[in-house]
């Protein structure tokens, strides 16, 4: 199946660190990034990366999440430090081949020929 593939999730103390992996390489795309969403709430942006290696982060993580992917742009990243409880979440890689720019990616989301991966769970315990 053509989609992103996450790896990396996993359970940690609150003030620890993780780290996202995504491979993007069976995609076409332009801007890539990711998404999570928590039980009982809706799914929302975290950090993106555009074609031209801009980055755009949401509130609630800008600071703390760094996004990067490897220079031949087929492996996308999430390093995710001092997480919260509150972190705790799916998380989905996401990468679309129209929108070119992160801040576009971050508010619009993937269009209808965009790519959703499975998802990786994350638990950050108080």
């Known amino acids: 199946q053509v989609q992103p593939v996450e790896s990396g999730g996993g359970s940690v103390q609150a003030g620890g660190s993780l780290r996202l992996s995504c491979d993007v390489s069976r995609v076409v795309y332009a801007s890539a990034g990711w998404f999570r969403q928590a039980p009982g709430k809706e799914r929302e942006a975290v950090a993106t990366?555009?074609?031209?290696?801009?980055?755009s982060y949401s509130a609630a993580v800008k600071g703390r999440f760094t996004i990067s992917r490897d220079n031949a742009k087929t492996t996308l990243y999430l390093y995710m430090n001092n997480l919260k409880p509150e972190d705790t979440a799916m998380y989905y890689c996401?990468?679309?081949?129209?929108?070119?720019?992160?801040?576009?990616?971050?508010?619009?989301?993937?269009?209808?020929?965009?790519?959703w991966g499975q998802g990786t769970q994350v638990n950050v315990s108080s």
């Open positions: 990366i555009g074609m031209e290696e801009d980055t």
């Open positions: 996401v990468a679309d081949p129209g929108l070119a720019r992160s801040l576009e990616l971050l508010h619009l989301s993937p269009g209808p020929y965009g790519w």
